[in-house]
């Protein structure tokens, strides 16, 4: 073989050696950057789910879109895993040859996720539902709007077809669309069915057969949802299989992206506001300061999000309430209330002791309360600490709860308690009437504990002494003097012109023996 | 000028015509063609690597509490940090590749045979510590993946027969990937290897120097009268050497730009990855492994390299046997489809 024709084979080999070169380090290019997230990653669609993404491609492209760019995608996991439904399901239907179900409840989630299902279920996000039958909700129902529908008083031009009033928008769209709706099912007959009626055992099959047979379909067979309670992702979603909540309120779908439920703004769907704007706390707070310089450092994208060891820049809410961390081997928690050692929900500051289904204790016997509780307040503190602790010295830490204990005593004894104390002398007295918001002082007392008094109580929770201080315990003091004892007083006045001294003489003692306080005497005595 | 001349030549009695004849060693003409210069782009590579390691090696923490943030420190925070570590990775990549190249081209052109057929072994030797350097690297920067590849190598090797246990606890310093691999990977990749790549490599092109380039003549040099003749090496191939180390310098500085050298998940003992892989060089090798029973495979790569070692006695032999055979021209196309094949093969597949 002459030199020339080796000098051929020599180039041509190494020609297809640098060929390869070039399209292995392609693929490990390709394969590093999906591996650190920086690019999205392979796809990988099951038989099953094979024709859905097609034709759904076409229909919903950004349903597609964003399943594309989740983990399930990657995995493996198509529609048909979360769909899927039995045939028993109330709200099952035949889709080309597929039993589904078009709600996707926890304990659908739960097939595969049942520690995450099971942590949710004992959490307070999942009995944000219970709102439903709350103050909040008469608010909602009844003052802002109304329980039932009711005839347009004057027509809507443009709109010939508006013939009746919905009252209960307003809760639809707003307090249910955080907390969740009851998911009803339209009947052929009679109201609405919801997970009362179909009484589902454990496994999520309804035991009321009775109801299934009166669930309304569409042409197709397919059962009709009520329009007022779904579309819905509220956190307490109360499902027709009789689990509560909504994974995707927080996972949003269909990407179920880790790194938006890793960021505030995703909590900030319902976390903010005036009655908890914890989400504009956060953005005051040094916390929020350090988390939007240093966002782009923290890993958000990284497939384990540890404390300590992927990242430490800054916290988010995820971070101090849910995330995994250096000092509890990296484990998440589906349940943010197990490191929060008071709730400022109601009125005066409960502290945070609960029982075996996750509610707060409030008997008052200390041997009791002791025999009642499942997880003390004082352990969901040191699970708190354990994170602060990533960043802050015990010593800082411990004085900052100090400064935080204190700050809930000092409202809850100079202004939440005697709030109440003075509400309940008056309506004891029925000087006020059992309805809620129908007199000033009803209001004057919400905006007190409920917006002014949680601002201040949130604030000072996560260190954002603006919150704390101006839109926090100024308003209140300012509420509680300039409004709330002279409203009450104006009630007393009334009832004496009525001729119920004895009645009002007692309220004005309790308003009276408030205001010689030690901490009050400034308002009237000194 | 003539007081310093003359303190340095009373220090270094090296005249400028004695420094010229050692310098200027005849270049056949066909190294006029610039692909038969790519034996000095291995040495090129090598010195990048040199300055770059050194570069990294001043924030580098050999420890596995502290080996993956000081990669991270580097990457993200030190000044120009990721443009040295990507310049170190992609010169790495670039190196093996151009050994493999003048290898192949020394293979060909039967460059190995007698009096080069040391030289040969000492390049083989040099490949084979070239490879060693990439896999104690590759393992320094402690993500998921460098952890496990090294945990599957220390495997490989622990299937070797009789002394697989203890490469295996040498190469580990220990039974398993331990607080001291680390720091024993980073003085092989930092000091041992290098050391002794700068040793062979000074032997190796010595032996050049001394048994001169084997020289080749083309029909097309001959025809235009160029064949048979020799050139200055400075400056004529100085130059061509220089003009080749920029290029390369331009297109390591695309790559390490386009694609800088990123970092997976750091390891973590506890979570075995779904996929694990070598970096590319030892693809064909991974490959190979799951083509043959543990044992089986081991020896026949084994065999392979021995092979590889003592290919120039090997042909020898078999040239006296067959007069003109160029059984040694087929096995290299043979080998090269393999290499490129079972790489290709490793990194389209997941498993």
């Known amino acids: ?33 999906e591996e650190t997230g920086l690019s999205s990653h392979s796809i990988s669609v099951p038989d099953s789910s094979r024709s859905c993404v097609d034709c759904h491609q076409q229909q919903n492209p950004g349903i597609i879109a964003h399943w594309e760019g989740s983990t399930h995608a990657e995995k493996g996991v198509g529609c048909v895993e979360c769909h899927q439904s039995g045939e028993s399901d109330p709200d099952t239907f035949d889709h080309y040859g597929v039993d589904i179900a078009t709600v996707v409840t926890p304990l659908d989630c739960s097939r595969c996720h049942p520690t995450e299902a099971a942590e949710f279920a004992q959490s307070h996000h999942a009995a944000g539902g219970n709102i439903l039958a709350s103050l909040d909700n008469f608010l909602a129902e009844t003052v802002e709007g109304f329980r039932g529908s009711f005839n347009p008083h004057s027509p809507t031009p443009g709109r010939p077809d508006i013939q009746s009033v919905n009252g209960m928008s307003s809760s639809l769209l707003g307090c249910q669309q955080c907390h969740g709706s009851k998911v009803a099912l339209q009947a ?4 609405a069915i919801t997970v009362d009626d ?72 319902c976390h903010l506001g005036p009655d908890h704007p914890q989400k504009e706390i956060f953005e005051e707070s040094k916390h929020g300061v350090a988390y939007r310089d240093l966002k782009d450092k923290m890993n958000l994208d990284g497939k384990d999000w540890v404390l300590g060891e992927d990242y430490a820049q800054a916290p988010t ?12 081997g990296g484990k998440v928690t589906h349940d943010p209330g197990e490191r929060i050692s008071w709730t400022n929900r109601p009125p005066v500051s409960l502290v945070l002791d609960t029982d075996i289904n996750g509610k707060v204790v409030k008997e008052t016997d200390p041997v009791k309360r002791k025999a009642l509780i499942h997880d003390f307040a004082i ?19 411990d004085a900052f709860y100090s400064q935080y204990d204190d700050f809930l005593v000092l409202f809850n004894e100079k202004f939440a308690k005697p709030g109440q104390a003075i509400m309940k002398a008056l309506s004891d007295e029925e000087f006020i009437s059992k309805k809620q918001f129908d007199e000033e002082i009803e209001w004057t007392w919400f905006y007190l504990w409920h917006h002014e008094g949680r601002r201040a109580r949130h604030g000072a929770s996560m260190m954002a002494p603006d919150y704390t201080h101006w839109h926090g315990m100024y308003e209140v003091a300012e509420r509680f003097y300039q409004e709330l004892i002279p409203q009450a007083r104006e009630i007393l006045e009334h009832a004496r012109e009525d001729g119920q001294d004895e009645a009002a003489d007692r309220v004005s003692s309790v308003i009276n023996g408030i205001l010689s306080r030690p901490e009050h005497s400034w308002f009237e005595n000194d | 000028m003539n007081t310093v001349g003359s303190w340095l030549k009373e220090r270094i009695p090296v005249s400028g015509s004695q420094l010229r004849e050692f310098t200027n060693e005849p270049v056949p003409n066909h190294l006029k063609h610039w692909w038969f210069c790519l034996g000095g782009t291995p040495a090129y590579l090598f010195v990048i690597q040199i300055v770059t390691g050194i570069l990294l090696a001043f924030y580098y923490e050999p420890s596995s509490s502290t080996a993956y943030e000081s990669v991270r420190y580097i990457t993200h925070d030190v000044a120009y940090g990721w443009y040295f570590r990507s310049l170190h990775k992609w010169a790495a990549t670039l190196m093996i590749a151009s050994i493999i190249l003048h290898q192949m081209r020394v293979y060909f052109t039967g460059s190995y045979r007698k009096p080069r057929d040391l030289n040969w072994m000492i390049g083989m030797t040099l490949l084979v510590l070239t490879l060693m350097t990439g896999f104690t690297g590759y393992s320094l920067v402690y993500e998921q993946l460098s952890y496990w590849g090294a945990t599957v190598g220390a495997n490989i090797a622990d299937m070797v027969p009789v002394l697989g246990p203890f490469m295996k606890r040498m190469m580990l310093a220990g ?44 029909k097309k040099d001959q025809a235009k009268g160029e064949g048979g003749g ?88 078999i040239r006296r046997r067959w007069k003109g055979s160029e059984f040694s021209v087929w096995l290299g196309i043979l080998a090269v489809f393999a290499l490129i094949g079972l790489t290709l093969w490793e990194a389209f597949v997941a498993h």
């Open chain 2, 230 to 317: 020799h050139f200055a090496f400075f400056p004529d191939h100085f130059l061509m050497e220089i003009f080749i180390g920029l290029v390369l310098m331009i297109l390591l500085s695309f790559l390490a730009t386009v694609v800088p050298a990123n970092m997976g998940p750091e390891a973590n003992p506890l979570v075995t990855p779904e996929i694990i892989k070598p970096e590319w060089f030892f693809y064909v090798a991974f490959r190979w492994l799951k083509l043959f029973s543990g044992t089986a495979a081991i020896l026949s790569m084994g065999l392979i390299v021995f092979v590889m070692f003592l290919w120039p006695f090997i042909d020898a032999a």
């Open chain 1, 1 to 33: 073989m002459n030199l020339e024709i080796k000098k051929v084979i020599i180039g041509i080999l190494g020609l297809l050696f640098l060929a390869s070169l070039v399209i292995v380090q392609f693929l490990e290019v390709v394969r590093r950057r």
């Open chain 2, 175 to 218: 039974d398993s990937y331990g607080e001291q691999t680390l720091s024993r990977f980073f003085i092989l990749h930092a000091a041992v290897l290098p050391v002794s790549m700068v040793f062979l490599l000074v032997v190796h092109i010595s032996l050049i120097r001394l048994q001169g380039v084997t020289e080749f003549q083309f």
């Open chain 1, 317 to 328: 809410c995820a971070t101090c309430h849910m995330s995994g961390h250096s000092r509890n």
């Open chain 1, 198 to 269: 179909l009484a589902p055992g454990p496994d999520g099959i309804p035991t009321n057969v009775e109801a299934l047979s009166r669930i309304k379909t569409d042409a197709n067979g397919r059962p009709l949802f009520d329009p007022g309670t779904w579309p819905n992702t509220g956190i307490g979603r109360l499902n027709l299989d009789g689990s509560s909540g909504s994974c995707s309120a927080c996972h949003s779908r269909h990407d179920f992206s880790p790194r938006r439920a890793r960021q505030p703004e995703n909590c900030a769907k």
């Open chain 1, 188 to 191: 052929t007959e009679g109201q």
């Open chain 1, 379 to 397: 352990d969901k503190r040191k699970r708190m600490k354990n994170v602060c602790t990533h960043c802050h010295t015990p010593d800082y830490v």
